[in-house]
């Protein structure tokens, strides 16, 4: 090891910076994380460096570094950008004794400063004493994603309740308690209620740790309800992929994708409760009685929707599953088809001039095929993501040009959107019904009433334009 790492104390201490270009910014931007002084001496600022000044962050001192400037200080950065004015700089350095990092000078440098992981007062350094600076970005990305924001917050108001915790007796039990606060009870808390939920639920945790000495306190259930998206696994949301990773149990629908059901913790239960469109189902009673019941007996359940869990998804009837059975639960919002389906066809879901509103319907409801406000869908421009509209197609057209549509009203049927099997059907409202006909889809579809695949639409405008 080359290079030894420390965490220096910057309160009251003073950091000089010489330069005022891109280097002298960047280094910047991570100081200011610091309680130092900045000094930075530059001819030619940039114009963030004169408005932090302007606010009080540093002071800026428009001219070279000279001699008497260094003095006193605590480090030194030479991040002029030029040998000559960065050799002055760390030479001025090592003559008062102070240690100086040049910057994108290894060799020249004193001191190195690490890719940093800010949860502050966690903080993570990452050095590769200059070997593979996009390893350490690699790293430095991984842990990003690994470690929730709230991880700060957490660590703050526990170091404040350190003192109060000494009650509990020292060793496993005291450990257990903390532990569970860090992977459990603070997180939860923190999503679900923000900052001002994870005092209290601090203090529930302790309470029952002193109350029973943690032996019987009992491990509190919860349920997660997790858009798993529209298939492709790299359209999971961070917080998807993280109550998977601590998932106790998994209640899954048909549509969750097996390469999203790998991404669960490998001791998981997983419970498949498909629901195939007219073909063999869990009652959703029975499923609302499967994820309350796992709740209660202490599991962290993951109830895995397609999508997003908030779009035809029956959150509803499980969410007051849940609150019957006095178990916590958080929403975990994820990609609806609506969006994975537009973003395929390079479409927009709304545009200025033609649609300000968009509408989210289902081919058929628990009543059979559904009604919906025909006038307004039949409007010229209206755009709507029709889910589970297969089967509805005929009605839908009936319906449509009945109130008005217009028989060339594009409409573009997708097919297991954002999967490697995704297909996507260009047609027309008149010719619906026959364009699913023909495509014999087996995979689950959305229509996407009012909008062509974005290259389709261009080639027909220019067609238009041709014979206009
Ligand atoms: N909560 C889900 C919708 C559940 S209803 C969501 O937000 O996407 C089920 C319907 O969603 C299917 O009938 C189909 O219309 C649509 N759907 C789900 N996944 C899809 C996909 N990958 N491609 C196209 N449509 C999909």
Redesign the pocket.
């Known amino acids: 090891m080359q290079h030894f790492p420390i965490f220096l104390t910057t309160a009251g201490q003073r950091v000089v910076v010489s330069g005022g270009g891109a280097a002298a910014l960047a280094k910047l931007r991570l100081l200011m994380k610091t309680e130092a002084r900045l000094d930075v001496f530059a001819t030619d600022p940039a114009a963030e460096i004169r408005r932090w000044d302007a606010e009080d962050r540093l002071s800026l001192v428009e001219r070279d570094l000279i001699a008497g400037d260094v003095n006193g200080a605590l480090l030194v950065y030479a991040a002029d950008e030029d040998e000559v004015a960065d050799a002055r700089t760390a030479d001025l350095a090592r003559a008062a004794g102070i240690l100086c990092n040049v910057v994108d000078n290894l060799d020249a440098s004193a001191f190195i400063t690490p890719a940093i992981v800010d949860r502050d007062p966690v903080t993570i350094a990452i050095g590769t004493e200059g070997a593979a600076p996009v390893l350490a970005r690699r790293i430095k990305a991984d842990l990003e994603a690994r470690l929730p924001a709230s991880l700060g917050v957490l660590a703050r108001i526990g170091k404040a309740f350190r003192a109060t915790a000494e009650a509990l007796p020292a060793g496993r039990l005291r450990r257990g308690f903390w532990d569970r606060f860090y992977a459990e009870t603070g997180p939860r808390a923190y999503d679900r209620d923000g900052i001002d939920g994870v005092q209290p639920a601090l203090q529930d945790l302790f309470a029952e740790y002193s109350h029973d000495g943690g032996t019987t306190a009992p491990r509190k259930g919860h349920v997660a309800f997790v858009?798993a998206?529209?298939?492709d696994p790299e359209l999971l949301t961070l917080k998807a992929r993280k109550a998977l990773d601590s998932a106790d149990v998994v209640i899954h629908?048909r549509?969750v994708t097996a390469e999203i059901l790998e991404l669960a913790r490998r001791e998981a239960t997983i419970i498949d409760v498909g629901k195939e469109?007219f073909g063999p189902s869990t009652p959703q009673a029975d499923i609302d009685m499967l994820i309350a019941a796992h709740a209660r007996a202490g599991a962290h359940v993951v109830r895995l929707?397609?999508?997003?869990?908030?779009?035809?998804?029956r959150l509803d009837e499980e969410i007051e599953a849940c609150e019957a059975a006095g178990v916590a639960w958080t929403i975990v919002p994820?990609?609806?088809?609506?969006s994975?389906?537009v973003a395929s066809i390079g479409q927009s879901l709304t545009r200025r001039g033609r649609n300000g509103s968009v509408t989210f319907l289902?081919?058929h409801d628990i009543r059979g095929f559904a009604e919906q406000d025909w006038t307004r869908l039949a409007a010229p421009g209206s755009v709507a993501a029709?889910?589970?509209?297969?089967a509805a197609a005929r009605f839908l057209q009936g319906r449509l040009m009945m109130h008005g549509a217009g028989p060339q009203t594009p409409v573009t049927v997708?097919?297991?959107?954002?999967?490697p099997e995704?297909k996507i059907l260009g047609t027309t409202l008149a010719a619906l019904p026959q364009t699913i006909g023909d495509a014999a889809l087996d995979?689950?579809?959305?229509?996407l009433l009012g909008l062509a695949p974005r290259r389709a639409a261009a080639m027909l405008t220019d067609l238009e334009k041709e014979f206009a």
Do not use: H, Q, W
């Open positions: 858009g998206g529209p298939g629908d549509l469109g929707k397609s999508g997003d869990s908030t779009v035809f998804g994820g990609i609806t088809s609506a994975a389906a289902t081919g029709i889910y589970m509209g297969k997708v097919e297991n959107a954002s999967r995704e995979g689950p579809a959305l229509i």
